[in-house]
């Protein structure tokens, strides 16, 4: 019932009382079969409320209690993503390789972009290139996150100050995408931009 009453404060968008009751089936009931699922949903109801330091808790406290629960990589990735959310980009980018081997391909090329947007935050913009292009690589049939990629990649390269490395890359985008598309147009933009800072 409690699980129930979560679900439905969330559908009304109050996220305390969502909050409020998955928190207590956890704790009053832990060995109910939901308590993990409710903590799981407490975390993302933290996360909700850009609350990153209390979801992270939470799902520590999920690895803690309930040890065998299936689905523990998916708490390790949620904690090194909540890492990169707080700006903890170090710790970001080692949770994220930690977990990386156990996730599924999808969840990989995920992990994989937060640990090329943690190398760029941290000024680290030759290896944050780098990362990024290990996604059309390794993750090809990630189509939009491919392509966000490599559009990251070239920013990267830009602050390195290679504006060649940066060019070669929006001209693959442009050729691959069509310049009547959204990416397209986003590196047609790009590369008018770079001609005018370049001067021609």
């Known amino acids: 019932a409690l699980f129930k009453l979560g679900q439905l404060y ?6 305390a009382r969502a909050r409020g009751a998955f928190a207590r089936l ?3 009931f832990p060995a109910h079969e939901r308590a993990p699922a409710a903590l799981k949903a407490e975390a ?3 996360r909700q409320e850009g609350r990153f330091d209390r979801a992270i808790e939470t799902y520590h406290r999920i690895l803690e209690d309930y040890p065998e629960e299936s689905g523990g990589e998916q708490v390790l990735a949620s904690i090194a993503y909540c890492h990169h ?4 980009y170090e710790l970001s980018i080692a949770s994220y390789e930690r977990v990386m081997p156990l996730l599924a391909e999808e ?3 995920y992990a994989q972009f937060w640990i090329a947007d943690s190398l760029d935050q941290l000024g680290r913009y030759e290896e944050a290139a780098t990362a990024f292009l290990r996604i059309p690589y390794l993750y090809s049939s990630m189509g939009q996150l ?6 990251k990649a070239g920013e990267a390269w830009e602050h390195q100050g290679d504006v060649d490395a940066a060019r070669t890359i929006y001209e693959r985008v442009l050729q691959a995408q069509g310049a009547g598309t959204q990416w397209g147009e986003e590196a047609s933009r790009r590369l008018q931009r770079l001609e005018r800072a370049t001067g021609g």
């Open 85 to 88: 959310e707080t700006g903890q």
């Open 10 to 15: 969330l559908r009304d968008s109050d996220t």
């Open 107 to 109: 969840d990989q090329a």
């Open 26 to 28: 956890a704790q009053d």
């Open 44 to 46: 993302r109801v933290w």
């Open 146 to 151: 491919a392509v966000t990629a490599q559009l």
